[in-house]
């Protein structure tokens, strides 16, 4: 065999392993249970003297659990949440005695002391057997943090208790179920709101509210409607919908295919503009599942990415390439900003130049799995290659094969080498260094 034939093959093999690993990895649960995890989180020295006054108080035959998501993932939370400067401790437990156990999750407040003793307040049931997410945060005019509370029902809902904390004893002021929720200000008052998405019910459509308190009382300050056909809400990439315009792009899943929609202040309401009238415009970001609305590019400004088929290929074509164009919203229209291969199990992402749109194809080399850019042609012998792409773990080097590193991130590097032709749609190193990103 050819040696420099067998080494290609030989890389095919490292690579095909690599990306084999990094599905792998892609595939697994963020959201994992630490519950389930041998050994979880270390404590401070702190943390572990609140779950000893906790002990003291309710008895040893319980069990920390832990947040699933969200900022704070300890089963002991140390904050002041009274705004009164000195610190208080939320810790979530269940007991496991069987005579007493009743499968709730249980939320217990401890007031610590100048002296480092810590006192439980208050102790009260949740209405589920997991928590979700802790959010900590003041909202709207009120100089105390809320306690808002993601607990999940044994049925796998999400359901939100909302507390507001004063005289040693909390209240639930408010409760709903929930698909997320996470802290915003999305009307740019210098003040958070407390956003909660919720999903479509028999009773009600899919809608985003935005919760503020005013004068000691929590109110919903705005009500936004999402995609009624909804199923599921995969993502939501916080970013910006054009210059000093923070916007929410929600992503969510319909029949197997994601749309999305886009949530921002016009200066005088919340609004929703992907279903405004004759427009439709939700139509216009339909794709597959797994191609998430995100930043691709850094400016700020979130992109909403959609396919369309390579030069050359047709949806019959047994292994067709997509084109991956990012599109924003302007001039309510959702306008193609730039295209792109984009590999999400390859871990990268390459913008074409402007020059490239409708000219170039891509194909996979089937010897080496490296993506390769062609200038398309109606015969293939006449298509000149622009550029290939090469991943490959960090130990092995392509130098001496002609190839460029254009990135490396974890235990990956990618390389580019550049066509060997005379073509103006040759790209210069400044131009690939430009257009290349490692997701």
Known sequence: MNIKKSARLKRFFRISITVLLMIAFCSCNIGVSIDSMLIPPLMSKEQSAVAEALTKTVGK?????YPKSGTYRSAVTIADIDADSSPEAIVFYEFTDVNIADGSVRMNILDGSSTGEWTSIYDNAGPGRDIDR???SSIGDSAAP????GFILLSGIKTARIFSYGDRLTSADFTAEYASMFIADLDKNAQNELCIIRGNTVETDANLSLLSIRGGTIYEQYSVPLNPDATEFVNIASGNVAKNTPALFIDSLTEGE???DIVYFNGQTMRNPMYLERSNLIASTRRPSGYLSADID???IIEIPTLSLFPGYTSASIEPEYCVNWNILSNFSITKKIGSF???ERGFAFLFPTRWDGIVTVKNDPLTNETVFLRYAAIPDEQNELMRIAVTP????LTSDGYIEAAKKDNFAYWVKIGEVDDALILTQTEISHNFYVL
């Open 394 to 397: 960090v130990s092995e080097n």
């Open 61 to 65: 035959n319980i069990r920390l659990k």
């Open 258 to 260: 994601l749309f999305t």
């Open 298 to 300: 850094l400016d700020s």
């Open 342 to 344: 984009y590999s999400p």
């Open 146 to 149: 809320v306690i808002a509370i």
């Open 134 to 136: 802790l959010i900590i």
